[in-house]
């Protein structure tokens, strides 16, 4: 073991997320780090040097995720032992905190470290990912860089997809210097992942009201997404009698009251978080207005019945986006992992991950969660107590011994 203590080790996990800590932060204290900006492209070159830098060997799949191998993967893939990956993402939702996907990076890059300095010799290959574009924040599709890799998300839909400029997919990895016909699902690259474990601030108090810095995750809610469509007519603001409008932004507002309490009544949790109001001035009644639906839930039951429940009070029918079940992280690794970590709590989230993804696949598959005490996410307020982050990095430490020990 390494002589390292408590107080050295937050240090250095909070020294690594302060090496990126002025990437793309905007005027409102948050984070803007999308996929294939400038900022992404700044992210990508630290986490390859900081991979560099504790002795892995970066490689990147045809999505343009990065891996970072201690050992040959292929090599262990041929001995029958396919490798121990852990890792996160580095971009961000508009206005985002620092730790949602960087904790998990710094934190598997960390664990490395400390392996490798306490002379442990891994029986098969341990992993460091980047997944690419994990929020979805330019194009609109969350982990788009785990559903291409797995073949969830087909390459033909994802280059087609535009960002708020009307830039494409496939533009933007032009702009970045890639080639968009390299893109699509990569077997080879998964293949190499035996076991994945990604390192998660917690979004929400779950943690707080447990008293623990560290807990395991069970499965990720149900999640869809939904797009409520409003048309009328556009008229002058001041003029026009009230008796005489058709203002679409009436019934934006109703379905974001009317979302409100169906979640309550059934149970779960639903929100209208963009919006768009065309011609979006201020003197203008408006011509079009549209609300994307966010909904999810413990009870999968319970969140299909959210939009009908919806549709039926506004009499208006919402297109569908996506929708994601349930997704169960394997039980047998959860429980292996709590009891390797003392007991840690084994919790549900509402949050959406490449683990889950992951899983979906098949891929055997888990997390960990960071006590966040503010129990904010997505938010400049997100947090995480230096001494959790080191817990976190030491959790994660002791799970890759132990996956990775024979
Ligand atoms: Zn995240």
Known sequence: MSGESAMESAAAVENMLGEIAGVGRASTGGYQRFAWTREDHTLREWFRGAAEAVGLDVTEDRVGNQWAWWGD??????????????GSHLDSVPGG??????????????????????GFTPARAIGVVNFVDEEGARFGVACAGSRVLTGALSPDHALALTDGDGITLAQALTAAGRDPRALGRDDEALARVGTFVELHIEQGRWLVDEGSAVAVASSIWPHGRWRFDFTGEANHAGTTRLADRDDPALALASLILTAREAAATLGC????????????????????????????????????????MIEQTLGTRAVEESFTSTTRFDPALAADLAGLLGGAPVIGTGAGHDAGVLAAHGVRAA??????????????AEHAEAADCAAGAAALTTVLRSLAAS
């Open 367 to 380: 997390m960990l969660f960071v006590r966040n005490p503010t129990g904010v996410s997505h938010s400049p």
């Open 73 to 86: 993967p292929d090599a262990s893939l041929r001995a029958g032992r396919p490798g121990v990956v852990t």
């Open 269 to 308: 949790v639903a929100t209208v978080g963009k919006v768009r109001v065309v011609p979006n001035g201020v003197n203008a009644i408006p011509s079009a207005a549209t609300g994307w639906l966010d909904g999810r839930g413990a009870d999968e039951a319970a969140v299909r019945r959210l939009v009908p």
């Open 97 to 118: 905190g620092n730790f949602d996907g960087p904790l998990g990076v710094v934190a598997a890059l960390r664990a490395v470290d400390t392996l490798r300095r306490d």
